[in-house]
């Protein structure tokens, strides 16, 4: 039942009795921005965070909402990634810590647009009837809330608590500043009936990654491979986080910069993963000193990791090392594994355990990264943009490791495939204690609480990557060398009206308008090696222009050529013309 809506209203809502209504005022937080539309988009709304009270509040309305359908807990994140310290956003976790339901995404966007409180309410009242969720007083909903370090996001919480309240018997839990994926990890443990609270998180990683680093082959740690690891925490909670985290581990000496703490510059400004991978610079705050060393960056909520080292020659630039090297190390650790599982054979035992293992990649990851995968004999499928379709198709497989180029992504366990794994596990403990199998098993056990099921998580997939580096004997430059990436080059084009752009083929054609895609692919045919596409942002309004080819020039032209169409056929000038 709601509160804050008129007594007649509230009636109609849960057709319930007139003494549970408590306020019959306009609510304050109920407001129509004119001339924004919100759209859920990739990753939630995202705005302007002093235009986005109303949008939260009406997303904590339909976060409960979420959580009665479902039964369950359900998460209410406020942040902006990577976006400026400006921007706020909002997105909602599931049950499962996964994204919210992509069905639910139409009602989202019509709550967030509904023009008035009445218009609000029956939108409401109608979804309710239409889903089967009981308003009733019995029912209540649980709602975890967290937000990043932005300014705004303290009100924006208050906004959220207060569209909570509306219906009656909800229960919103502050969890206070914390990263994107603690707050999607917590809502999954809490409703997997396991401990939930952040220190649990960083119990769960540092003893996942002890018993890692327990099982470091001993030819590899007298290797003296470097410990050594410098992070850029993006002004963020990210690097606060870290902070806390690092205490708890031995065997890495992590060296964290540009924390929220350190208090000199601004979230994302100038530093940052999307920073990084986007402008191939280092970060602020690293420099000469730098040079050759391990470094890390983090996005703003720390969902986001790339790797990266300042260049000897030009201490202004850096070798990347973005998510597809990532995904491509994280690929061959897991490969190893599966195959010293399988070494049981030889011992005569029978191999229990076949594992369907998928890459999940989006267009923009590189050209050579599918290759290398393919050539490892991997299963590599490509999906849109966005990590709910990634997640979505990794969820498909024994092991599904999913990634995006800017770093977002994780290793998805089945949970037959991980009980089976248990099971083996016990049997090599009594018949092969100690054994390469045995070893593997373990391994494979510890990598799935390390890293985070519920979603892409830069503080469990860092320590993930120092594990499978150490385990490898690796340095730096032998990751580096996995394969060369093909030079590319990604561009912004505003236009009159992103969603004039439609594509097929996991984002890959455009299908309208027509005449732009074979445009495209006359500019492409031009290039050796060239690859290119165009998509509208679901988080910016804009359109982006991918390019990739045999040099850096060549991909740098063919991304320029591709956005002067791209800018033709839907630029400002081609709709004032047209009007
Ligand atoms: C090219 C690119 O990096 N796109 C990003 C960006 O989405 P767009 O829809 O491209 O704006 O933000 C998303 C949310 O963080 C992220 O999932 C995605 O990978
Ligand atoms: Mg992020």
Not at 147 to 157: H, N, V, Y
């Amino acid at each position: 039942m709601f509160r804050h809506f008129d007594r007649k209203q509230q009636r109609e809502l849960a057709g319930c009795e007139a003494n549970h209504i408590i306020c019959a005022k306009r609510h304050q937080f109920f407001f129509f921005v004119s001339g924004v539309t919100f759209s859920y988009g990739t990753a939630g709304f995202r705005a302007d965070g002093l235009k986005l009270s109303s949008t939260v509040f009406r997303a904590g309305v339909l976060a409960a909402l979420r959580s009665l359908k479902t039964g369950y807990a359900v998460g209410l994140m406020i942040t902006a990634s990577h976006n400026p310290i400006t921007d706020n956003g909002i997105k909602i976790a599931d049950p499962d810590g996964g994204m919210m339901a992509q069905d639910w995404e139409p009602f989202a966007d019509a709550l967030a647009n509904a023009p008035d409180p009445q218009s609000f309410v029956k939108l409401v009242l109608h979804f309710a009837k239409e889903e089967n969720i009981s308003l009733s007083r019995e029912s209540s909903a649980v709602i975890l809330l967290g937000r990043d370090t932005r300014p705004t996001g303290e009100s924006l919480l208050e906004a959220a608590k207060q569209g909570i309240k509306c219906i009656i018997g909800s229960v919103a839990l502050d969890m206070g500043i914390v990263t994107t994926p603690q707050l999607h990890w917590m809502v999954r443990s809490k409703n997997m009936g396991m401990k939930a609270s952040e220190s649990d998180y960083f119990m769960q990683l540092s003893e996942s990654f002890r018993c890692l680093m327990d099982m470091i082959p001993k030819e590899m740690t007298v290797k003296g491979i470097v410990t050594q690891l410098m992070v850029d925490g993006a002004n963020g909670v990210g690097g606060d986080k870290l902070e806390q985290l690092k205490t708890l581990l031995t065997g890495l000496q992590i060296q964290v910069k540009n924390t929220s703490k350190q208090g000199e510059g601004i979230l994302n400004e100038g530093v940052g993963a999307d920073y990084v991978q986007k402008e191939k610079v280092p970060p602020r705050c690293f420099g000469p000193n730098d040079i050759g060393l391990r470094c890390a960056s983090l996005d703003g909520d720390a969902d986001r990791l790339v790797y990266f080292r300042i260049s000897k020659i030009n201490s202004s630039s850096i070798d990347l090392v973005d998510g597809d090297k990532i995904l491509s190390l994280f690929a061959l650790f897991i490969k190893a594994q599966l195959h010293c599982l399988n070494k049981s054979e030889s011992d005569g035992l029978r191999n229990v355990l076949p594992a369907r293992v998928g890459v999940v990649q989006t267009a923009y990851a590189n050209g050579a990264s599918t290759d290398y995968l393919k050539q490892l004999g991997l299963e590599v499928v490509l999906t849109p943009t966005g990590v709910k379709y990634l997640h979505k198709k990794a969820a498909e497989y024994d092991i599904g490791i999913y990634f995006e180029a800017n770093g977002h992504g994780t290793i998805l366990f089945s949970e037959y495939f991980l009980s089976n794994l248990q099971k083996m596990g016990n049997d090599l403990a009594s018949s092969n204690a100690g054994s390469e199998p045995h070893k593997a098993a373990l391994r494979l056990l510890a990598v799935s609480k390390l890293i985070n099921q519920a979603v892409g998580d830069a503080l469990s997939g860092l320590l993930l990557v120092e594990v499978v580096l150490q385990y490898m004997g690796w340095s730096m430059q032998n990751w580096i060398e996995l394969y060369d990436d093909l030079p590319s080059r990604q561009l912004k084009v505003k236009v009159a009206d992103r969603t004039a752009v439609i594509t097929t083929n996991a984002e890959t054609k455009v299908v309208q308008p027509f005449g732009l895609q074979q445009a495209i692919d006359a500019e492409t045919a031009k290039y050796h090696q060239g690859r290119c596409f165009v998509r509208p942002s679901g988080t910016e309004d804009i359109i982006r222009v991918y390019a990739e080819a045999f040099s850096q020039e060549a991909a740098d032209s063919l991304a320029r050529s591709v956005s002067q169409h791209v800018d033709h056929f839907l630029g400002f000038r081609t709709s004032q013309k047209s009007d």
